[in-house]
């Protein structure tokens, strides 16, 4: 399928380079490090090779939230986020960007997604899950009360939120404890990562502001499969939720969630989100440069799915929520309605 967009898709900077080096294999390493240092050349020529036209690029992980000290995390995002719109404005319709956010004082997330989404034409914010305070007993979670102010302004602004993983902190692994591979991607990614999406469910948030809409990546941290179950665990006892949610917990997640393919290049786990959430809300990724181009692309391609919702998560939905409009893109849905 040409015309792609995909939209988990990493840079670094000499700043946060060394925060991605434990991801892969010492011996890895040069080839990741010189996948994240570059965007305009190997990463054009994948995409050109397998048929992405645009990449919605944002900053590894876990890099701001693992600052503690808010000044500096506020430097180095706004940093990140000046070096991005420069490499964006080279390439305007093959670039786009989430910005960074210092998420360590919500006042100073409010200016930076303002200044990125108003002043440099920013797609929404790319945030890799809680971030670390200097002092903090524990690390903040965006449920927590002092952030509703920003999600007032994710709102107003009417930018979606991707929502990105990063590990627990030790002292909160020792679940662990003997088994690394669990860390990562493998299992700890999914795990952190749902939890802080039910957390800002259940807090009552999207009561509050229902029209967030919220980014969920690697086809949704497993909360799809799961979300029958969250509603109705221990469905013969009639007792009121424990959550401050007005409704059930899915209806949220279906109306206020989008999931993307990014590092799940699995038609099984595809079909069964398509059937849990709908085509509508699920969007083609590839996770570069931690997964390969071409493993996301072919497998996107030849998956044993409808052409008319090939056409929506391949780009379609992507352009709809982030207010694209990638050449071709009407065309090529009429004909597929035809």
């Given at each position: 399928?040409?015309?792609?967009?995909?939209?988990?898709?990493?840079?670094?900077?000499?700043?946060?380079?060394?925060?991605?080096?434990?991801?892969?294999?010492?011996?890895?390493?040069?080839e990741?490090?010189?996948?994240?240092?570059?965007?305009?050349?190997?990463?054009?020529?994948?995409?050109?090779?397998?048929?992405?036209?645009?990449?919605?690029?944002?900053?590894?992980?876990?890099?701001?939230?693992?600052?503690?000290?808010?000044?500096?995390?506020?430097?180095?995002?706004?940093?990140?986020?000046d070096?991005l719109?420069?490499?964006?404005?080279?390439?305007?319709?093959?670039f786009?960007?989430?910005?960074?956010?210092?998420?360590?004082?919500?006042?100073?997330?409010?200016?930076?997604?303002?200044?990125?989404?108003?002043?440099?034409?920013f797609?929404?914010?790319?945030v890799?899950?809680?971030?670390?305070?200097?002092?903090?007993?524990?690390?903040?979670?965006?449920?927590?009360?002092q952030?509703?102010?920003?999600?007032?302004?994710?709102?107003?602004?009417?930018?979606p939120?991707?929502?990105?993983?990063r590990?627990?902190?030790?002292?909160?692994?020792?679940?662990?404890?003997?088994h690394?591979?669990?860390?990562?991607?493998?299992?700890?990614?999914?795990?952190?990562?749902?939890?802080?999406?039910?957390?800002?469910?259940?807090?009552?948030?999207?009561?509050?502001?229902?029209k967030?809409?919220?980014?969920?990546?690697?086809?949704?941290?497993?909360?799809?499969y799961?979300?029958?179950?969250?509603?109705?665990r221990?469905?013969?006892?009639?007792?009121p939720?424990?959550?401050?949610?007005?409704r059930?917990?899915?209806?949220?997640?279906?109306?206020?969630?989008?999931?993307?393919?990014s590092g799940?290049?699995?038609?099984?786990?595809?079909?069964d989100?398509?059937?849990?959430?709908?085509?509508?809300?699920?969007?083609?990724?590839?996770?570069?440069?931690?997964?390969?181009?071409?493993?996301?692309?072919?497998?996107?391609?030849?998956?044993?799915?409808?052409?008319?919702?090939?056409?929506?998560?391949?780009?379609g939905?992507?352009?709809?929520?982030?207010?694209?409009?990638?050449?071709?893109?009407?065309?090529?849905?009429?004909?597929?309605?035809?």
């Amino acid at each position: 399928m040409q015309g792609k967009i995909a939209l988990e898709e990493h840079f670094a900077i000499p700043d946060t380079l060394m925060d991605s080096a434990g991801f892969v294999p010492e011996s890895y390493w040069p080839e990741l490090k010189s996948r994240l240092m570059d965007i305009q050349e190997r990463r054009i020529a994948e995409m050109d090779r397998h048929g992405i036209e645009t990449m919605i690029l944002s900053l590894n992980a876990p890099a701001v939230q693992a600052i503690p000290e808010t000044a500096r995390a506020d430097e180095i995002a706004r940093r990140a986020n000046d070096y991005l719109a420069e490499q964006v404005a080279k390439r305007p319709s093959r670039f786009q960007a989430f910005a960074a956010l210092p998420m360590q004082d919500p006042e100073l997330a409010i200016a930076e997604l303002d200044r990125c989404v108003t002043t440099l034409g920013f797609r929404g914010a790319l945030v890799n899950g809680f971030s670390q305070i200097v002092g903090a007993a524990a690390p903040a979670y965006y449920d927590l009360p002092q952030y509703w102010p920003f999600w007032a302004k994710v709102e107003e602004l009417g930018v979606p939120f991707y929502l990105h993983p990063r590990n627990p902190l030790p002292e909160a692994s020792r679940i662990y404890d003997g088994h690394p591979w669990l860390l990562g991607p493998t299992w700890a990614f999914g795990q952190e990562t749902a939890v802080h999406a039910l957390r800002l469910i259940g807090s009552g948030l999207f009561d509050a502001y229902p029209k967030l809409q919220i980014v969920l990546g690697h086809m949704g941290e497993g909360l799809p499969y799961s979300m029958w179950r969250i509603d109705h665990r221990n469905g013969w006892v009639k007792a009121p939720a424990k959550h401050k949610a007005k409704r059930k917990i899915r209806d949220y997640f279906n109306s206020n969630f989008h999931l993307t393919t990014s590092g799940n290049f699995r038609t099984q786990t595809l079909i069964d989100a398509i059937l849990e959430i709908g085509a509508d809300r699920i969007l083609f990724s590839v996770d570069w440069p931690f997964e390969n181009v071409d493993h996301a692309a072919d497998w996107f391609d030849a998956a044993s799915i409808s052409e008319t919702d090939r056409l929506k998560i391949g780009r379609g939905n992507a352009a709809k929520l982030f207010r694209l409009d990638p050449p071709g893109a009407a065309q090529d849905f009429n004909q597929a309605a035809e």
